[in-house]
């Protein structure tokens, strides 16, 4: 079982060629190979399938087994895995994902190797019930959550995935794990949120950390980044185009028409491999 072990801002991935092998299950699989111990270790895997409404199709699971509609910095990875692997072989394709089909335009080197991708990531769902949230708002701005006591002001939408922001004066004095792990699991988010905490700089620069729903704290993460924009500009405090610093890396997001979102950072080849009789076990086990 052949794998690619790849990262976009420090959100690392295990991927795999579902047209030329075959798997065993998803869920199982990511929880073996993301273990950080006794695995590769990764937030998450992706599966490269046949798409009969797209040019490639990406499964995405989280590192706990959870399955993910869509992952930012993940498609990215996927995006160059599969055009230099020559499953696909233009530089403008479309990715179906479970978040609805993905724009992909690759840049690449002299030698024909991806250094930039560019994400078409379509708009946010604002009202309230499309997140989903039982917080009040059509969108859902700054509106007042209590976690175990703790006031935070909080704006949700959904891109690909349920996301919040929450404005922080310093990133340095909020307990991004323990609140974001209080805030993924809240009765207020019936299917779990991810958690962004963004440090406005100036208004075309910010700095964004996220408790991920299914992987917990990430480097970076994409989908999280854009609505981290999103919410700025909606709030008045950023341009629709904005550099954003994740704990990882740089991630580019510009706003269009009606918020259409468009994501451009790079990815990185890790590593190749393939996985000993012993993590063929484990996953077994974890079939079961």
């Known amino acids: 079982m052949k794998f690619t072990k790849m990262h976009g801002a420090g959100n690392d991935f295990c991927l795999f060629d579902g047209f030329h092998q075959t798997l065993p299950p998803y869920g199982p699989l990511a929880q073996a190979v993301c273990d950080r111990h006794f695995g590769v270790g990764g937030d998450g895997i992706m599966v490269s399938l046949p798409s009969s409404s797209a040019d490639v199709r ?19 990875c996927f995006s160059k895995f599969v055009f230099e692997k020559g499953l696909v072989k233009k530089t403008a394709f479309d990715v179906e994902t479970l978040a609805g089909i993905k724009k992909i335009t690759l840049t690449l080197d002299e030698e024909g190797l991806v250094t930039r991708i560019s994400v078409g990531m379509g708009k946010p769902l604002f009202p309230a019930d499309h997140v989903p949230t039982t917080l ?11 976690v175990d006591g703790q006031l935070v002001m909080f704006t949700a939408m959904r891109l690909g995935v349920p996301h919040g922001v929450i404005v922080c004066e310093d990133l340095d004095q909020v307990d991004i794990n323990g609140l974001g792990r209080k805030i993924e699991t809240h009765p207020a988010f019936p299917e779990k949120i991810n958690a962004n905490f963004m440090q406005v700089v100036d208004r075309e620069h910010i700095n964004v950390k996220t408790f991920e729903r299914g992987a917990g704290r ?39 028409e009606d918020y259409e979102v468009t994501m451009a950072g790079s990815a990185e080849r890790i590593c190749e491999g393939e996985f000993s009789p012993w993590v063929i076990r484990q996953i077994e086990k974890l079939s079961k």
């Open 136 to 146: 009040p708002g059509d969108p859902v701005l700054m509106e007042p959550l209590d």
């Open 218 to 256: 990430t480097l970076a993460c994409g989908t999280g980044c854009c609505s981290s924009v999103v919410a700025g500009n909606l709030l008045g405090l950023l341009e629709p185009k904005v550099t954003v610093q994740a704990e990882g890396g740089i991630l580019e997001i510009s706003l269009g």
């Open 58 to 76: 990406m499964v995405y699971y989280n590192s706990d087994g959870s399955q993910g509609e869509m992952c930012g910095n993940g498609i990215r």
